[in-house]
């Protein structure tokens, strides 16, 4: 069959040029199966689907660099430059206006001072009606570190020996075994 028989048919060039490019272009990002039942099913090629991952790559690659290059910015001049007084229960602000920094600061100064019990916790996250001052938070958990640390050295350090006295035990027993062993004197007479 020739191009004019094809425009005869009615079949244009252009028109048998986009047939052909739209089943090789079908062709390479779809493959077709046939079920049990002879049902067809389609499904993306794997073409397709490492097309898609690159495209979604780029896509995320060039979101990450206009994020680290506007957004990243830009929060840390917000963080720096917020208010962080405390307010009433209205909104209104109270107090000295303080940045990020010293706010944090400030909070951090309290969390360590705050009193606490033996546990180093405040009277607000024990609960418990027996809750007794124990001194501050820091002086508290050092105390609770250095508790925690030694007892941990001391069991290591027992179990060190342990092993030792173990070791020297068994190594006497077999000695006294064989010395024992050494002294009997087996006779048989008949």
Sequence with gaps: MDIKTLEAL?????????????????????????????????????????????????????????FAEHVLPRVGEIIESADMRKTSNYGEPKGEPMTFKEYIASRAEVYMSEKVDFNGKSKGESGDYNWRESGPRLTVLMKLYIKDTLEKSAKSAINDVNKVIAKNIEQAAKDAITSCAASLKVAATI
């Design 10 to 66: 009615g079949v244009s060039a252009t028109d048998l040029t986009d047939r052909i490019v739209d089943q090789a272009v079908h062709a390479l990002l779809y493959s077709t199966s046939y079920g049990d039942d002879d049902e067809e099913s389609t499904q993306a090629s794997r073409f397709k689907q490492q097309i898609e991952k690159r495209v979604k790559d780029a896509v995320d690659q060039k979101i990450d660099a206009m």
